[in-house]
């Protein structure tokens, strides 16, 4: 706490009110406002919460107007260039950089835990071949509170430990399974002599029939966008998890909750809704056509994969991606370049655009990460269930920060009620 303190002078009597400011390690102090409802009976208003801390967290630091991501205090930028995925989920996890014996046992411990319950498995037949993947993952993960909700309690340090273990390593086998269903193939069992995103992309695409050897630059791509997309703090769906699960419910129905929020096409649903958009401009001519659609406010077209709720300035991990694009696309050898000149030609006429440029809307990670994922083979209805393979380990992360914090409350918004004042029942033959 700061010795600092906001006032307000409450209407009703007259009386002045000093609230606390808590102080940060980073970024905006913020106004303990807890104190408000019992010293002068009024709630705060803040609808999609911009400017209301929901918790206490030292994970992830983003500094919107400078364009800035912090891992446990480490640039993205850095982690990108020198780190993996699972040591940035071990740093997530646990708080710092693993020595090479800590993540050698990390990596081991995940590897024992890839495989799934037969029976699990069967739930995928049950699916129409056509069901959304995500629909999918997000029934499936929530059915594993079935098989494990005896030996999940998460007041006991080894069991949440176990949990966080359980759901970082089976996702991709659960990802992979989805897919193979859609696709009417057999399933494909993990191979743990493969790295985490190695072994991903055997599950997706080897077939019994045939021999497959991953691609060490296909496994590097798919390692840095986990990397990118590992946590961002409170957003939509940490903040489901951490909702979800502040009721003490078992946490694989929590990060069920959590996959749900991220489904949608203003989360993590842009990647798949960029690249729609991206087909359905088809050509540079057609770029002013759109950029029209999304700046008029009575069509509801917006362009996909910009704009963010906190980067104001530039997204550090679409910099990171937008690098990468090229030099992957040409080393994949992928036929997607007139898909990535199209966004770059998009990219270059809304940033040049007035509206574009007043809003502050930049291209966001999710602008670019669907071009990577076609370049690696995978579809568009699969693009969302990658990204929370990624963001799992940010929603174990953050629910194991919330259950360990003594000051968690089940979360409880208040509202602005608008509706009818109390008015007495009236008997049906009385209703006019
Ligand atoms: N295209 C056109 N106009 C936009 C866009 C866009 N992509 N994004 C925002 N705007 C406009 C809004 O219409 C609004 O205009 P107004 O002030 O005239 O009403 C203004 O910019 C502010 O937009 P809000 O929706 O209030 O901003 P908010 O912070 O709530 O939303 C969001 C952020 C949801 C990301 C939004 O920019 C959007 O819908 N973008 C497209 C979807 C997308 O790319 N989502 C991925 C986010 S990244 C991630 O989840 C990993």
Known sequence: MTDEHYSLIDPKSGRRLDFPVLETTLGPNVIDV?????????????????????????????????????????????????????????????????????????????????????????????????????????????????????????????????????????????????????????????????????????????????????????????????????????????????????SGTNPYAAIAAGISALWGPAHGGANEAVINMLEDIGTANNIPKYIDRAKDGSDPFRLMGFGHRVYKNHDPRATIIRKMCHRLLERLRANDTPLFDLALKLEEVALKDDYFVEKNLYPNVDFYSGIIYRALGIPKSMFTVMFAIARCVGWVTHWREMVTDPGTRIGRPRQLYVGPDKRDYLALDERG
Do not use: W
């Open 34 to 246: 807890t104190g408000l409802y019992g010293q002068c009976g009024v709630f705060t208003y803040d609808p999609g919460f911009g400017t209301t801390a929901s918790c206490t967290s030292d994970v992830t630091f983003v500094d919107g107007e400078e364009g800035v991501l912090l891992y446990r205090g480490y640039p993205i930028e850095q982690l990108a260039e020198h780190s993996s995925f699972t040591e940035v989920a071990y740093l997530l996890l646990y708080g710092d950089l693993p020595t090479a014996d800590q993540l050698r046992a990390f990596d081991y411990s995940l590897c024992t835990h890839t495989m799934i319950n037969e029976s699990l498995l069967r739930f995928f037949n049950g699916f129409h071949h056509n069901a959304h993947p995500m629909a999918m993952v997000s029934g499936v993960v929530a059915s594993m509170s079935a098989f494990y909700h005896d030996t999940t309690d998460i007041h006991m340090p080894h069991d949440r430990d176990v949990f966080a273990h359980r759901i970082i390593a089976k996702l991709p086998t659960i990802a992979a399974a989805a897919y193979k269903h859609s696709k009417g193939q057999p399933f494909v069992y993990p191979l743990n002599s493969l790295d985490y995103c190695s072994n991903t992309l055997h599950m997706f695409f080897s077939v019994p029939s045939d021999d497959y050897e991953v691609d060490p630059v296909a496994a590097q791509a798919l390692d840095l966008l986990f990397i990118l997309h590992a946590d961002h703090e409170q957003n939509c769906s940490t903040s489901t998890v951490r909702l979800a699960g502040s």
